[in-house]
């Protein structure tokens, strides 16, 4: 079936480093893909999306470009922030359900 | 307006009881989704429902558990003979239909087993 890999975390950063959170997923077909946010004591939250090959999400700074010849949709941002700690998951639309990645933690030091 | 909410925010109970877990979706949404949160397993999809009806009940983990939505609004997981390995957040969320449209989470159930 279809799943998506992640980078383990925790990733520790410095306030306004560069960010990569790497994301490769496994599918039959083209389907959505997506990348969620969990911020400390709050819901699961949509981040961004793409729902073709090609196509760039971006929210808040963050960017992931849908790249269908390497099957990855890494999340990416120049300048992260401290309110920017949170745990991130990539995830995959398979009919009407999403298959999420195990999550990543980042930590953003001031 | 009122986004998901869900009932109850925490549930400690012990190992052997039955356990309901309540999801209130947002009001117009038809699909209304159940997932698990666990250490172990990550974020799982257990059921969803389009109105009334669970077109895709492929990730219930056992048949102790099972699910129920009516009048297309409120549904409730119930999960019977609890192990400790259900120990994990509940999380419920709902879209204006399927496909395209986003899913908006609620808080969750954090239910712990002892």
């Known amino acids: 079936g279809n799943s998506v890999t992640q980078m383990e975390g925790p990733v520790t950063l410095s306030e306004e480093a560069f960010l990569t959170i790497n994301c490769t997923y496994t599918a039959t077909g083209y389907p959505s893909l997506f990348w969620y946010v969990q911020y400390p004591g709050e819901g699961l939250q949509l981040l961004l999306k793409?729902?073709?090959?090609?196509d760039k999400g971006s929210n808040k700074g963050f960017e992931a470009t849908y790249r269908k010849e390497t099957t990855s949709f890494h999340l990416e941002k120049g300048s992260v922030q401290v309110s920017d700690s949170a745990v991130y998951f990539c995830a995959l639309k398979e009919d009407d359900k999403i298959i999420f990645g195990k999550g990543t933690r980042l930590h953003i030091l001031p | 307006g009122a986004g998901v909410s869900q009932s109850p925010s925490n549930k400690v109970t012990e190992k052997g009881k039955d356990v309901e877990l309540r999801c209130d979706p947002i009001?117009?949404?038809?699909?209304l989704y159940w997932y698990r949160q666990s250490l172990g397993q990550g974020l799982e999809f257990l059921i969803y429902f389009q109105g009334n009806s669970a077109p895709d009940k492929s990730g219930l983990p056992s048949d102790r558990f099972s699910a129920e939505r009516t009048g297309g609004s409120v549904s409730t997981l119930t999960i019977q003979r609890t192990q400790q390995e259900d120990s994990a957040v509940y999380l419920c969320?709902?879209?204006f239909g399927t496909g395209v449209y986003e899913q908006y989470f609620g808080p969750g159930t954090r239910l712990t087993v002892t």
């Open positions: 969320a709902s879209s």
């Open positions: 009001s117009g949404h038809t699909a």
């Open positions: 793409a729902t073709k090959a090609d």
